[in-house]
């Protein structure tokens, strides 16, 4: 093995996407796990799931950390200008609501 630096960034990337690739697979399997009662494998997604959102958060955290200057560059270049997707904006923001909406309703019909 090569004595070269490791890239934190490169590091940063790969548990940020193993992550996200790990969550909604655990998560589906404890939704489907809770149906059936099957406490074995619910405990385990439940592990894997929480372990995998830990990941998730510390290394998004890393990631603006390792990134910061580019971000603060991009808004000071973004304050300047209008806003320039508002269509985006409404689409992305309406479908964030419809669908924390319908997982309340979910929520609430399923656990009375």
């Known amino acids: 093995m090569d004595n070269a630096k490791l890239n934190g960034r490169a590091i940063v990337f790969y548990f940020l996407f193993f992550s996200v690739l790990i969550l909604p697979i655990s998560g589906i399997l404890l939704h489907i796990t809770h149906e059936n009662d099957s406490e074995k ?5 439940m ?3 929480n372990l995998a959102a ?3 958060t ?3 955290v890393m ?3 390792y990134n910061w200057r580019p971000i603060l560059n ?8 209008s806003i320039r997707y508002p269509r985006e904006i409404i689409i992305t923001g309406t479908t964030i609501v419809v669908l924390m909406g319908l997982l ?7 656990h009375r």
Request: charged share 20%.
């Open 41 to 45: 494998i619910e405990y385990i997604s």
């Open 47 to 49: 592990a894997f799931h």
């Open 54 to 56: 830990i990941i998730f």
């Open 58 to 60: 510390i290394s998004s």
């Open 63 to 65: 990631h603006v950390r």
């Open 74 to 81: 991009y808004l000071k270049k973004q304050k300047h200008r």
């Open 104 to 110: 309340m309703i979910h929520f609430l019909q399923n």
